[in-house]
RNA sequence: GCCCCCAUAGCUCAACGGAUAGAGCAUCUGCCUUCUAAGCAGGUAAUCCAGGUUCGAUUCCUGGUGGGGGCACCA
């Protein structure tokens, strides 16, 4: 049984055996036990809900681990923890449909969400620089698990293909093509001297738009084999453009107004997001007094699209940069009537680089900085994705570079890679010791030790650190997780010989359980978008 | 000035308000004739400060201190 289900059954036993409500069960989860207490899984609930019925902990503890009986061998530990132990046929059984269902960690009560994410959305004026892979790493490791878990999930990346900066853009590379210098304000990096040789002849002739055009269509091939080599791949490259030629600004802006939510002031049309939704510190500008839209209402236009699209959850991954911008597009979403639930912003912190001892400060404009492609290309993929992933999106993170680049053999990820090459190489080892790696083994004559149980129990982990990470918009748990994992199998490893021709019973039984963990591994890394090798 | 985020071991990070605060790197001591030593076993080592709430606080609240980011009719 699921750990999820495994809960559900206890809450429903606690439910009928204290007549409670649903509200009153709150705080009911399994846990894991610390090191030195004896059990499998851990319930403190009694002692959180003392004050609520009015009883001492450990007499509901009492009273639980009696509601229990029969079907969970439970332990009653002051102040009030009930200690449940699994029974081994379970764990083999569970064991069992990890191998067997592919899909037995997911919730088919996911499977109506229809999410959009949209995350990295970098601006087309240049290589990606290694800061985006942290939102590439949140978002994409993000999608993965929650298709997993059984979301309808779309990965969408937003290109700012029109405005000033692409203006600017197209205006340095032709100034680049006439062998001058950029703009004081355009973009200075040497990739445009680089692209600047690889026009075409008839450039000579070009209009600035063109050589705008030219630039954004190279920069995006740029941006997908960026994104490709680091293992994401967005189902949707949405083209401002796009929103333009389907008058997306002006219908956002039609329904602004037609509920109400607009006024006019100093020749500007302007957003109540402060004076009607009191949710902004201020109002902000959709239209500015010399008629342009303002980059907000663009924005709005966009949401909205992605709203009639028909998604049921609507995610956006920003830098901390941008965090100030987040009430205003959260009052722009309910302005347009929408339920505060369909939308929400993952924040991650941005990443400071370290090179030697010094910050280093990087800017797209002066071409000064470090490229995801050269770190992907440096330290391997795998060890940015794991790097990245490892850290919950409200730290800090610094970037040591040299370290990245000198160690990556110290990045934890080549830890819980060797688990799944070991495995391999075990299984590849069978037949020439004499073992059918085929051979099923029989439940009924099998004992589990205390580290295979633990190993079982682990497995059964997976499911819940998955949800954590989707409830905490991060697949930092996962990292956790997997590094938690292998220790033990590291451990396991070092302890217990797998194959052995004389016992041929445990030999079968532990092949079967490092399938599964081979599997939880494998499946894990994947989750992160990091590879699983055979042999390292 | 206002807003957001952060402060845990020498370093980089974990820990739905729960039991003896976990890892990795670094460091010290052991372990390769036996399925890969990118490994195992063990040692040293941590919650910024002051209050408060609670049976219980690294976690929540208030006030400090220190650091990062943001406060446009830019995108």
Same mark, same amino acid.
């Given at each position: 049984?699921?750990?999820?289900?495994?809960?559900?059954?206890?809450?429903?036993?606690?439910?009928?055996?204290?007549?409670?409500?649903?509200?009153?069960?709150?705080? !009911?989860?399994?846990?894991?036990?610390?090191?030195?207490?004896?059990?499998?899984?851990?319930?403190?609930?009694?002692?959180?809900?003392?004050?609520?019925?009015?009883?001492?902990?450990?007499?509901?503890?009492?009273?639980?681990?009696?509601? =229990?009986?029969?079907?969970?061998?439970?332990?009653? =530990?002051?102040?009030?923890?009930?200690?449940?132990?699994? #029974?081994?046929?379970?764990?083999?059984?569970?064991?069992?449909?990890?191998?067997?269902?592919?899909?037995?960690?997911?919730?088919?009560?996911?499977?109506?969400?229809? *999410?959009?994410?949209?995350?990295?959305?970098?601006?087309?004026?240049?290589?990606?620089?290694?800061?985006? /892979?942290?939102?590439?790493?949140?978002?994409?490791?993000?999608?993965? +698990?929650?298709?997993?878990?059984?979301?309808? *999930? #779309?990965?969408?990346?937003?290109?700012?293909?029109?405005?000033?900066?692409?203006?600017?853009?197209?205006?340095?590379?032709?100034?680049?093509?006439?062998?001058?210098?950029?703009?004081?304000?355009?973009?200075?990096?040497?990739?445009?001297?680089?692209?600047?040789?690889?026009?075409?002849?008839?450039?000579?002739?070009?209009?600035?738009?063109?050589?705008?055009?030219?630039?954004?269509?190279?920069?995006?091939?740029?941006?997908?084999?960026?994104?490709?080599?680091?293992?994401?791949?967005?189902?949707?490259?949405?083209?401002?453009?796009?929103?333009?030629?389907?008058?997306?600004?002006?219908?956002?802006?039609?329904?602004?107004?037609?509920?109400?939510?607009? %006024?006019?002031?100093? /020749?500007?049309?302007?957003?109540?997001?402060?004076?009607?939704?009191?949710?902004?510190?201020?109002?902000?500008? =959709?239209?500015?007094?010399?008629?342009?839209?303002?980059?907000?209402?663009?924005?709005?236009?966009?949401?909205?699209?992605?709203?009639?699209?028909?998604?049921?959850?609507?995610?956006?991954?920003?830098?901390?940069?941008? $965090?100030?911008? *987040?009430?205003?597009?959260?009052?722009?979403?309910?302005?347009?009537?929408?339920?505060?639930?369909?939308?929400?912003?993952?924040? @991650?912190?941005?990443?400071?680089?370290?090179?030697?001892?010094?910050?280093?400060?990087?800017?797209?404009?002066?071409?000064?900085?470090?490229?995801?492609?050269?770190?992907?290309?440096?330290?391997?993929?795998?060890?940015?994705?794991?790097?990245?992933?490892?850290?919950?999106?409200?730290?800090?993170?610094?970037?040591?570079?040299?370290?990245?680049?000198?160690?990556?053999?110290?990045?934890?990820?080549? %830890?819980?890679?060797?688990? $799944?090459?070991?495995?391999?190489? +075990? !299984?590849?080892?069978?037949?020439?010791?004499?073992?059918?790696?085929?051979?099923?083994?029989?439940?009924? #004559?099998?004992?589990?030790?205390?580290?295979?149980?633990?190993?079982?129990?682990? =497995?059964?982990?997976?499911?819940?650190?998955?949800?954590?990470?989707?409830?905490?918009?991060?697949?930092?748990?996962?990292?956790?997780?997997?590094?938690?994992?292998?220790?033990?199998? $590291?451990?396991? %490893?070092?302890? @217990?010989?797998?194959?052995?021709?004389?016992?041929?019973?445990?030999?079968?039984?532990?092949?079967?359980?490092?399938?599964?963990?081979?599997?939880?591994?494998?499946?894990?890394?994947?989750?992160?978008?990091?590879?699983?090798?055979?042999?390292?």
């Amino acid at each position: 049984m699921k750990l999820s289900e495994l809960e559900e059954e206890m809450k429903a036993a606690a439910k009928a055996a204290f007549g409670l409500d649903d509200g009153q069960l709150k705080n !009911f989860a399994v846990s894991v036990p610390p090191p030195h207490i004896k059990g499998d899984l851990s319930l403190a609930w009694p002692i959180a809900a003392a004050k609520a019925l009015k009883k001492p902990p450990l007499k509901i503890a009492e009273e639980l681990k009696a509601a =229990l009986a029969g079907k969970y061998d439970a332990a009653v =530990l002051p102040p009030g923890f009930v200690n449940i132990s699994l #029974k081994d046929k379970s764990l083999l059984d569970d064991t069992g449909r990890i191998l067997s269902e592919d899909s037995y960690f997911a919730n088919p009560i996911h499977a109506k969400e229809k *999410v959009n994410i949209e995350f990295v959305s970098a601006n087309p004026t240049g290589p990606m620089h290694l800061a985006s /892979g942290r939102g590439a790493t949140l978002g994409d490791s993000l999608s993965r +698990i929650m298709r997993f878990l059984g979301y309808q *999930v #779309k990965e969408e990346f937003y290109v700012n293909n029109v405005g000033r900066q692409v203006s600017l853009l197209g205006q340095s590379l032709k100034a680049r093509y006439q062998g001058k210098n950029p703009p004081e304000d355009g973009y200075q990096g040497e990739y445009l001297k680089d692209m600047a040789a690889a026009l075409p002849s008839d450039a000579a002739g070009w209009n600035d738009k063109q050589f705008s055009e030219f630039a954004v269509k190279e920069m995006l091939i740029l941006h997908k084999a960026d994104m490709k080599a680091f293992g994401v791949e967005f189902d949707r490259w949405f083209l401002e453009s796009e929103l333009h030629e389907a008058k997306g600004p002006e219908k956002a802006l039609e329904e602004l107004k037609k509920r109400g939510m607009t %006024y006019e002031k100093e /020749g500007a049309l302007w957003l109540g997001t402060a004076s009607v939704m009191e949710s902004d510190d201020k109002d902000r500008v =959709l239209v500015k007094s010399d008629g342009h839209n303002t980059y907000f209402l663009n924005d709005i236009a966009y949401h909205l699209n992605k709203i009639e699209r028909g998604f049921t959850k609507i995610v956006d991954i920003w830098g901390a940069d941008h $965090h100030g911008h *987040v009430p205003r597009m959260e009052a722009a979403v309910s302005a347009l009537g929408h339920d505060r639930e369909l939308f929400k912003i993952i924040i @991650h912190q941005q990443v400071l680089l370290k090179r030697g001892t010094e910050l280093v400060k990087m800017s797209k404009r002066a071409g000064d900085f470090i490229s995801l492609k050269e770190l992907v290309e440096e330290v391997g993929a795998d060890a940015c994705r794991f790097f990245f992933a490892m850290h919950s999106p409200n730290s800090h993170m610094t970037f040591d570079i040299d370290l990245a680049k000198k160690q990556s053999n110290d990045n934890p990820v080549f %830890y819980v890679q060797y688990v $799944h090459a070991r495995i391999c190489s +075990i !299984f590849n080892n069978a037949a020439y010791k004499d073992v059918d790696p085929a051979r099923a083994y029989d439940p009924a #004559k099998i004992t589990p030790n205390p580290e295979e149980r633990a190993l079982m129990i682990k =497995l059964l982990w997976l499911e819940k650190i998955l949800e954590t990470c989707v409830r905490d918009s991060s697949p930092h748990q996962l990292t956790v997780y997997l590094s938690e994992l292998s220790a033990m199998f $590291h451990s396991f %490893y070092d302890q @217990h010989k797998v194959l052995d021709a004389a016992d041929p019973e445990t030999t079968a039984f532990r092949l079967f359980l490092l399938k599964a963990v081979q599997r939880v591994i494998g499946r894990g890394l994947g989750l992160l978008g990091v590879s699983a090798p055979e042999r390292m």
